[in-house]
Structures are given as structure tokens and as C-alpha cells.
């Protein structure tokens, strides 16, 4: 049994780095063809207008490209953001909605007192607070 795992898993990570490889190869490919479409565009505006303007135009093609990825890593960011604070925010909920957890709580009440709990409970209330605070705090540093 043990021996079929370990084969399974022998198996997808070949079939993973195969993947990867070839997916390497791919990106290099690209990289190639780019580069010489990019020459072949520099060499047409070098003929007609002149050197300083084909590299202006190679210089503000490339930044109209990463204006567009910029734009893309941060729109990606924000969403990536709001998918762990919802995922986050639903995760809390199921724990504390979970009949086990509130019978666990249940049973610390009754095994530690209700009389002895406050206390207890006030102090944890502060340290949330103040881990609350904190956090937002750390929300107000400028982005990347």
C-alpha cells in the first residue's frame, strides 16, 4: 500500500516536471520571438524616422507594457486580498457556529466557573482589542 503511494507520487511529480519543463521551453521560445519582433520593429523605424525616434518608440511600447502588467498585478492583488478576507471571515464563522466548539465552551464555564471566568474573559476582551488596533494601524502603510 505504502509502495502504490509512493509510486503515485513518484508519478505525478515526473508528470509535474515534464510539465514545467516544457513550459520553460515554451517562456524561452517566446522570449526569442519577442526579442527579434522587437528588433525587426526598431530596425523598420531606424529606416524611416531615425535612430532617436525608433528607440524612443521601442522605449514607450515597453512602457505601455508595463503600465498594462502594473495595472494587472494590482487589480490581481486587491482580489486576492478580499478572497482571504472573505475566506478568513467565513472561516470564523463556521468555528463559531460549530456545535463542538460551543459545547467545548460550554464545559470550560462550567469546569472553570462563571464567577472566575469574567476576569479572564475581560482581559482576553483588551488583548483583542488592542490586537484590533494594531492591525488597522498596520492597514495605513503605503502599498508596494
Known amino acids: 500500500m505504502i509502495q502504490r503511494i509512493i509510486d503515485d507520487f513518484k508519478e505525478a ?9 516544457l513550459a520553460a521551453a515554451a517562456a524561452v521560445a517566446l522570449f526569442i520571438t519577442l526579442s527579434f ?4 520593429a526598431f530596425v523598420v523605424v531606424l529606416d524611416s524616422y ?5 528607440c524612443l518608440a521601442g522605449a514607450a511600447v515597453f512602457f505601455v507594457v508595463t503600465l498594462i502588467a502594473a495595472g494587472i498585478y494590482t487589480a490581481r ?5 478580499a478572497r482571504a478576507k472573505m475566506a478568513a471571515k467565513s472561516a470564523m464563522h463556521t468555528a463559531l457556529a460549530d456545535p463542538m466548539v460551543i459545547a467545548a465552551g ?14 479572564l474573559l475581560a482581559v482576553g476582551g483588551l488583548a483583542l482589542g488592542f490586537l484590533a488596533s ?11
Not at 519582433?37 to 525587426?40: G, R, S
Request: glycine share 8%.
Open 134 to 144: 494594531r492591525q488597522n494601524v498596520g492597514d495605513q502603510t503605503p502599498a508596494e
Open 77 to 81: 492583488k486587491k482580489q486576492a486580498e
Open 13 to 21: 511529480t515526473g508528470a509535474a516536471l515534464r510539465l514545467t519543463s
Open 106 to 119: 460550554l464545559q470550560v464555564i462550567r469546569a472553570v466557573g462563571i464567577k472566575r471566568l469574567i476576569p
Open 37 to 40: 519582433l522587437c528588433a525587426a
Open 50 to 54: 531615425g535612430l532617436v525616434q525608433a
